[in-house]
């Protein structure tokens, strides 16, 4: 086999030789029954996904941890965040002693951090089902950094885990904050959360309005604690779309609910426009810099969660003043394909669409925000 360029790249396909699973896609219809396989090194059933362009970014894999079965405890050298794809189960996390142990419950759509050098024993608290658990790290850049893999895993040297001074606190639900912090996710002075267990992102309801993107959309920006890492989640109305964007590499979409479709196609590929169809547990990746844009066929808001790459990988054009600027295409200026795409896949479903005229006219124009209402 030929090697990749990257040391995680060839560590994931030690692993491939090894009998886990190593898809190449930018999609994934459902990721609750993706084909795994069992993987020596955790004792489960796993498989890496390689999304488009994610290679050298950012590592996804799914585990599934049998029906009342525990993982053995594992310590990764990096921050990992985890979505919950199905299921119900229990942590127990600690670092340098077991004594400053934090145990917490998961559920289905709870995002969670096991945070870099602590120990984790993940658990599946249902005895009739396994569950399935989306991991997402930044693993490819750290090795990149330390080109050796063993370093990351288990390593008895590596001993410091904010676990170890965490107060009781640790895995409660994630607080709101104003963003006073240079990162370039979310805007300075709005709203953001902060925390490593947010527990159900299908019930959470506190958004803020991100009217850049058009259709009256809310977000949610998540933050962890003493890492780099973070997410968003995206919630827009029934029977609309987004505005088409591009941005880097390396972020993954998953599917906590609604039932729509993606388009996505690469700059100057105007004719190479592809739909994904997605629902809960779907995922995708948006390739660098290719266009996207997200469409809610659905009688309720659609939701997206967006794991993010490092945010050097958040590939926005600047604008004069040096600002990050998303790079959208308005309603005014697309193609008319989309809007016709759109109309038609409603009316297979005998819906009509729930963009106003106006919208397609007036670049001015301002949907009522979801999170007003
Ligand atoms: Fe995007």
Redesign the pocket.
């Known amino acids: 086999m030929v090697r990749s360029y990257f040391t995680h790249d060839n560590w994931m396909e030690e692993q491939a030789d090894g009998g886990v699973p190593l898809y190449d896609d930018c999609y994934v219809e459902d990721l609750r029954t993706l084909k795994l396989a069992p993987w020596a090194m955790r004792g489960c059933d796993a498989a890496f996904i390689r999304f488009t362009d994610m290679g050298g970014v950012t590592e996804a894999r799914v585990q599934e941890i049998p029906a009342g079965g525990t993982l053995k405890p594992f310590k990764l050298g990096v921050d990992e965040m985890v979505y919950v794809l199905n299921g119900r189960g229990f942590a127990s996390v600690w670092g340098r002693s077991t004594e400053v142990r934090r145990d917490f419950e998961w559920s289905a759509k709870s995002v969670f951090i096991i945070p870099r050098n602590s120990w984790c024993e993940l658990r599946n608290m249902e005895g009739d089902r396994p569950v399935r658990l989306l991991h997402f790290n930044y693993l490819p850049i750290a090795m990149s950094v330390i080109s050796d893999p063993a370093f990351f895993f288990n390593n008895p040297e590596t001993t410091g885990s904010l676990i170890d001074d965490a107060d009781a606190n640790f895995f409660s639900e994630a607080k709101d904050i104003v963003k006073e912090f240079g990162s370039a996710w979310g805007s300075v002075g709005g709203q953001v959360w902060r925390g490593n267990f947010y527990p159900d992102l299908l019930a959470w309801d506190k958004l803020v309005e991100s009217r850049g993107r058009g259709a009256g959309g809310g977000s949610v920006y998540m933050y962890v604690p003493g890492s780099e890492m973070s997410c968003h989640m995206s919630v827009f109305p029934a029977y609309t779309y987004k505005k088409a964007?591009r941005?880097g590499p390396g972020?993954l979409i998953v599917i906590p609910g609604g039932d729509g479709f993606s388009i996505m196609w690469p700059q100057g590929g105007e004719d190479d426009k592809k739909i994904y169809r997605w629902h809960e547990g779907s995922a995708l990746t948006?390739p660098d810099q290719w266009f996207?844009q997200h469409f809610n066929l659905g009688d309720k808001p659609a939701r997206y969660l967006?794991l993010h790459p490092p945010v050097q990988f958040i590939g926005k054009e600047q604008d004069a003043q040096g600002n990050s600027t998303e790079v959208n295409i308005d309603y005014v200026d697309e193609d008319p394909w989309i809007r016709q795409v759109f109309e038609e896949e409603l009316g297979k479903r005998n819906l009509t669409t729930g963009m106003p005229d106006v919208c397609y006219t007036d670049p001015d124009y301002q949907f009522k925000s979801l999170s007003a209402s």
């Open positions: 964007h941005h972020r948006p996207h967006a």
